[in-house]
């Protein structure tokens, strides 16, 4: 029951005192959000997980590529682990490093090597992304983004390359580009399995950022016809999304945003004010349970959770506490050292590159 397992985690969590910390992801569910030393975006979390060298074991409450970039940014003799290693994230998976090692060799090809001191091409990836994919970036003069700080790493990666190639999620690379200033023209999809990702030399050639084809199957339910809904009930309606949301979408709200800058827009706002939200549910419905003063509502009528993020399960924490309490470390996320480390640069870049 969740009163008994409340009192396994509570005790679980006494016992092992400050040599752990437990993350929670923002959209996490609140029976997981309350035991969390920390809560936040991506970008806040993988902080969290270098700035605490004196804790010895990490339970990540998120997901599968979260808790690895935790394991690469912590310390060797500290430990991460993942309640459910069935957490993953269906857009992470929609960029295998077979695919990508491919579409590298083929637009080398394509783009050859340059003759100045602007590389033709820098690999910039997503967070959500394997640590393989990472470690690419790293050793191919690339770096990781968050949707915090991708608009800074984009003019980072500018700053040493003609073309960028943004894995996985094209929304968040097609927002960040066109606020750039780009247009659709230099923003050619790339899709794996198809010859040159289904585009023609010139078209990679003309390119600034060539976007994977990949995406976000929650926030991608956001369309304009709800952002119109919104506006037509409430005529005080402030619109705020999750860059992985659709071009569209994003260039018909009031802002965008990672999680992290939705919550401060909210904690902003004042008794009365109306905010409409394209992101997970179990934030927006966390938001609105502590600012019963607002009118919090997500831009989906249909509920719609991220269903990985989901799988992290008090039964699950419970376990993995009491088994960190008998000396064991149950579903350990441990990151291949040599992947590590590249995988590593890339993050330090991003992380150096922060304004
Ligand atoms: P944030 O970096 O905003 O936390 O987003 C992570 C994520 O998975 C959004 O779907
Ligand atoms: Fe992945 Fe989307 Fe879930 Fe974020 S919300 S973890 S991008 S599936």
Wanted: glycine share 6%; hydrophobic share 45%.
């Amino acid at each position: 029951s969740e009163s008994e397992l409340d009192a396994r985690i509570t005790a679980a969590k006494a016992t092992l005192g400050d040599r752990l910390k437990i993350l929670g992801h923002f959209y996490q569910r609140d029976e997981i959000v309350k035991y969390a030393d920390f809560v936040g975006d991506s970008f806040m979390l993988a902080q969290a997980a270098k700035d605490h060298p004196e804790a010895e074991a990490f339970v990540f409450c998120g997901v599968h590529f979260m808790a690895e970039t935790a394991d690469i940014l912590s310390q060797n003799h500290q430990s991460v682990i993942l309640p459910n290693l069935a957490a993953g994230c269906s857009m992470a998976d929609m960029a295998t490093i077979d695919q990508v090692e491919e579409a590298w060799e083929q637009l080398t090809t394509v783009l050859g090597t340059s003759d100045d001191d602007q590389a033709e091409l820098i690999p910039v990836t997503y967070m959500n992304s394997s640590a393989a994919i990472k470690a690419f970036c790293g050793r191919n003069g690339g770096i990781v983004c968050t949707s915090s700080n991708a608009a800074t790493v984009l003019e980072w990666a500018f700053e040493r390359g003609k073309r960028v190639i943004f894995f996985p999620d094209q929304h968040l690379g097609r927002n960040t580009a066109k606020a750039m200033g780009m247009t659709e023209e230099q923003m050619p999809l790339w899709r794996p399995y198809l010859p040159l990702g289904g585009n023609t030399q010139q078209q990679l050639i003309d390119a600034k950022v060539i976007l994977w084809n990949g995406f976000c199957s929650v926030h991608k339910r956001f369309t304009v016809a709800q952002i119109n809904k919104a506006r037509a009930d409430f005529d005080n309606v402030q619109v705020i999304v999750h860059p992985e949301c659709p071009a569209p979408v994003v260039e018909a709200a009031d802002g965008v945003g990672s999680t992290e800058y939705i919550r401060k827009a909210i904690e902003a706002g004042k008794p009365g004010d109306v905010f409409a939200v394209g992101t997970e549910i179990n934030l927006v419905n966390r938001l609105q349970a502590q600012h019963p003063e607002m009118t919090i509502f997500c831009l989906d009528p249909v509920v719609c959770p991220c269903s990985t993020m989901y799988r992290i399960h008090p039964a699950y924490l419970a376990w993995v506490l009491e088994a960190l309490v008998a000396g064991q470390i149950p579903n350990q996320i441990s990151v291949e050292p040599t992947v590590a480390a590249d995988a590593e640069v890339a993050l330090e870049r991003m992380l150096a590159a922060r304004p």
